[in-house]
């Protein structure tokens, strides 16, 4: 029988990877700063708050964390990965996945 897992919020806080937290500020300053125009606008905290909280894509999650991690990487510019090697590992598997699997065999002619 499988058991649900849990943890504390500390615990979970824990699991993340170094850092983690503190880009977790940058992604969520980089939304306040996707709609900034719109809470100047508005000049209302309630307003601010709603918006925040129903983000509904202003700015694509791909874009918005890219554009996080811009920042991030220049107040942290010994954190950002110089090479991406473990990604062209996986890019050089064949297309059925490679490696190991059961192979099938040959129809008989």
Do not use: W
């Not at 649900?4 to 937290?21: D, G, I, K, V």
């Not at 920042?71 to 942290?76: I, S, T």
């Not at 050089?92 to 099938?104: I, S």
């Amino acid at each position: 029988m499988h058991k649900p897992m849990l943890c504390s919020a500390q615990s979970a806080t824990h699991s993340f990877a170094p850092h983690a937290q503190e880009f977790l500020n940058y992604v969520a300053v980089t939304m306040v700063m996707s709609m900034r125009e719109e809470f100047l606008e508005k000049n209302d905290f309630a307003f601010c708050v709603k918006r925040l909280q129903q983000y509904d894509n202003h700015l694509p999650i791909h874009a918005l964390v890219a554009k996080a991690a811009e920042g991030y990487f220049v107040d942290f510019p010994q954190l950002k990965p110089e090479n991406l090697s473990c990604n062209s590992a996986t890019a050089q598997q064949p297309a059925g996945g490679g490696g190991g699997g059961a192979t099938t065999p040959a129809a008989p002619a």
